[in-house]
């Protein structure tokens, strides 16, 4: 099946820094990547709908100066946490949508984000 | 009314036995229907992918869907403990646009088996 990876899996910082979390489709294109961030024992909560070489799409109550998002290739894309403070902390995923195939989409295992 | 329901548990069976898992849904539009399975503190997995009515097998595992009755289930024969998690339905239209390709999921049924 497609791999998804996620760099990191884990990330530790202070209050106030940036955090960036990388997104690739190992072993095929993805035109569309989707990010998502799950609380403790919920579903997942759709941030943002990113097409390569275009502005991502936020769903709302999401800051888009906040969570900076780049799809700068077929088979990465970037989430930048900036000034990230402590109720940012949270379980952030990333998804891939298989170019020109259905509407499967393949999941990144996940960066826990711990704001100090 | 949320637009994907779906019971989260917890549900306890013992190994062996057929798990039932389903959802139920809102929007007439879905027609692509999704199973993901996610373990503690990993991403989901794609299990089972479905497109409009009818059933599908996998292994042990089948998943149904009756769009008329806007309801979709997963059967787990001979379950295992190393089939216990969370799972996750999805769906989403086949529309294009703004919106398209975006999945909606359900809260997950997260599931123990019992050796």
């Known amino acids: 099946g497609a791999v998804v990876s996620q760099h990191p899996s884990r990330v530790i910082c202070k209050s106030g820094t940036s955090v960036k979390i990388e997104c690739r489709s190992l072993d095929f294109q993805a035109t569309t990547m989707f990010w998502y961030r799950q609380f403790p024992k919920q579903s997942l909560m759709l941030m943002a709908t990113s097409n390569e070489g275009s502005k991502a799409t936020y769903e709302q109550g999401v800051e888009k100066d906040k969570f900076l998002i780049n799809h700068a290739s077929l088979t990465l894309s970037t989430l930048t946490v900036t000034s990230a403070h402590p109720e940012d902390s949270s379980f952030y995923i990333c998804?891939?949508?298989?170019?020109?195939?259905?509407?499967?989409?393949?999941f990144g295992p996940g960066t826990r984000l711990t704001v100090l | 009314q949320k637009e994907v329901e779906q019971d989260p548990g917890p549900l306890s069976v013992p190994e062996g036995a057929i798990v039932s898992l389903n959802c139920t849904y809102s929007?007439?539009?879905?027609?692509?229907f999704m199973w993901y399975r996610q373990y503690s503190r990993k991403g989901p997995e794609l299990l089972m992918y479905t497109y409009s009515s009818g059933n599908k097998e996998d292994g042990r595992f089948t998943a149904q869907v009756d769009k008329s009755s806007k309801y979709i289930s997963l059967f787990i024969r001979d379950s295992q403990p190393s089939d216990s998690a969370t799972y996750l339905c999805?769906?989403?239209?086949?529309?294009?646009?703004?919106?398209?390709?975006?999945?909606?999921f359900g809260k997950g049924t997260k599931l123990s088996v019992i050796p």
């Open positions: 999805a769906m989403s239209s086949a529309y294009s646009g703004a919106g398209s390709y975006q999945l909606t």
């Open positions: 929007n007439s539009a879905f027609q692509y």
């Open positions: 998804s891939a949508r298989v170019a020109g195939a259905h509407n499967e989409q393949f």
